[in-house]
């Protein structure tokens, strides 16, 4: 089972329940797809705007800019991808996976600017965040080419493939 956390702090573009639904049916591929989907998760998502992922970029991560999306995971992984169990906490039966945190204003420009709609740049940020919630990493290959190949083969899973 799955939990969601989810806020809406924007006013910019409406965040749809057609959106929602993406967002939430991104996570939960995302950890059926990797092996995750028998556990019990919670997952925290936040829904911005560029200025309010700036000022979080630039408070937690020190960068004074505004991005796409942002993963705060509480899980930690050894070198093989297996979750450490000491980094397990809990919320009740649910273990938490973390947060993420959209920009939709970035994602509709960024859909416009590669040339597909906008709910497929939605679901990719989700699934993007959940991989990193997940260890996933692309700083440096190999890693980046395996999330990359996973990234699409969720997306195509959810039947948002490119136009």
Not at 40 to 48: A, P
């Amino acid at each position: 089972m799955l939990q969601f956390i989810i806020e809406n702090e924007q006013d910019k573009l409406d965040y749809t329940p057609e959106l929602d639904k993406i967002v939430q049916t991104a996570v939960a591929t995302t950890l059926d797809v990797i092996g995750g989907g028998d556990m019990d998760f919670e997952v925290s998502i936040l829904i911005t705007d560029n200025e309010g992922i700036h000022a979080i970029n630039k408070e937690y991560r020190e960068i004074d800019a505004p991005t796409d999306v942002l993963s705060f995971p509480i899980l930690e992984f050894d070198e093989d991808g297996v979750m450490l169990e000491e980094s397990g906490d809990y919320d009740g039966d649910f273990l938490l996976l973390g947060d993420i945190v959209i920009s939709l204003e970035r994602a509709k420009s960024q859909a416009e600017e590669y040339g597909h709609s906008f709910e497929r740049e939605v679901g990719f940020l989700a699934v993007h965040s959940t991989l990193h919630l997940l260890g996933f990493d692309h700083m440096e290959e190999p890693y980046a080419s395996v999330m990359r190949s996973r990234e699409e083969e969720i997306l195509n899973k959810m039947n948002l493939k490119r136009d």
